[in-house]
Nanobody, 122 residues
Framework: QVQLVESGGGLVQPGGSLRLSCAAS????????MGWYLQAPGKERELVAG???????NYANAAKGRFTISRDNAKNTVYLQMNNLKPEDTAVYYC????????????????WGQGTQVTVSS
């Protein structure tokens, strides 16, 4: 199967920056889409940004112009550079990967990281 290890969350002041990383490992045959989601207390999980294997990007409106998603296919890693952070960005951020494995064959399944807390506060 696939294991996802996230890092890079923490406490930052408004206007500051953070870079999240998510490394995938396991019996991976190929990785299709990779993305980041956030979940604020009492709210549903929602997409922040996504990137396909071909490099197509998708951002939530709140992330456009401030966040940048990228991936390193050689390392099976996806990044989220977050600039000009605002208090409303405070949430748990989850990595999501759609990957085909030795067990699933050509079918890509969805995998989630454990989540990393991002807190924006002065």
């Amino acid at each position: 199967q696939v294991q996802l290890v996230e890092s890079g969350g923490g406490l930052v002041q408004p206007g500051g920056s953070l870079r999240l990383s998510c490394a995938a490992s396991g019996s991976i045959r190929s990785i299709d889409a990779m993305g980041w989601y956030l979940q604020a207390p009492g709210k549903e999980r929602e997409l922040v940004a996504g990137i396909t294997s071909g490099g197509l990007l998708n951002y939530a409106n709140a992330a456009k112009g401030r966040f940048t998603i990228s991936r390193d296919n050689a390392k099976n890693t996806v990044y989220l550079q977050m600039n000009n952070l605002k208090p409303e960005d405070t949430a748990v951020y989850y990595c999501n990967v759609k990957a085909a494995t030795l067990q699933s064959g050509r079918y890509a399944l969805s995998y989630w990281g454990q989540g990393t807390q991002v807190t924006v506060s002065s």
